[in-house]
């Protein structure tokens, strides 16, 4: 059992969040959690998606050369793992495209219409949960409705193109601080 700390900053405000992520429901994704975590890829990096009622989405490094290094080859695919849990709001799942898809995308569902996510969906398997500070995400979502950023989606072909620098016109839409893992 792993548990993940990590902090959206908004306007200078830091946001504390912790993710308990459970090893036996999805080993093989929360040890690609595990190595996001401890080579700082997810520090940094915007939550390019954000649909209110449904979910939160990152996992494009801030900087692109570190993003190309994570995209290059198949060994970046992960085997799909069955659904162990039912969502709920605050689920932690690896974002996809189909089978065998989980590479470094990750989302945080938020109710009502995010629990209704890995069913039938291969890629979607419950990692964890957000088990404090899901205030936190409510904060993600009023931002981002604040941020003018309406297409939502939009910025992840940019984002790994060129980084932070393409969501420059956007500056209230959060970003993760710094994350931290600990055993437990
Ligand atoms: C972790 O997942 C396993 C397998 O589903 C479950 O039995 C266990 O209760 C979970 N642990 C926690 C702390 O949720």
Known sequence: MLVLLVAAAAQQRVLPFTILLN??????????????????????????????????QFGVAADPTVHARWQRGEKRRLKDEPNRMPFRHGTLSFAGAGTDSRTSHLFVALAPNGVRLGRGTPHEATLGHVVSGMETW????????KSGYKDTGTLQGPLVQRGNAAAAAYPLLDRIRACHMECQ
Do not use: C
Request: aromatic share 10%.
């Open 23 to 56: 090893a036996s429901l999805a080993p093989l994704g929360v040890r690609r959690v595990s190595k996001l975590v401890r080579t700082g890829f997810l520090d940094g990096q915007i939550l390019y998606r954000v649909i209110p009622g449904f979910l939160v």
């Open 138 to 145: 409510e904060r993600v979502v009023a931002n981002y409705q």
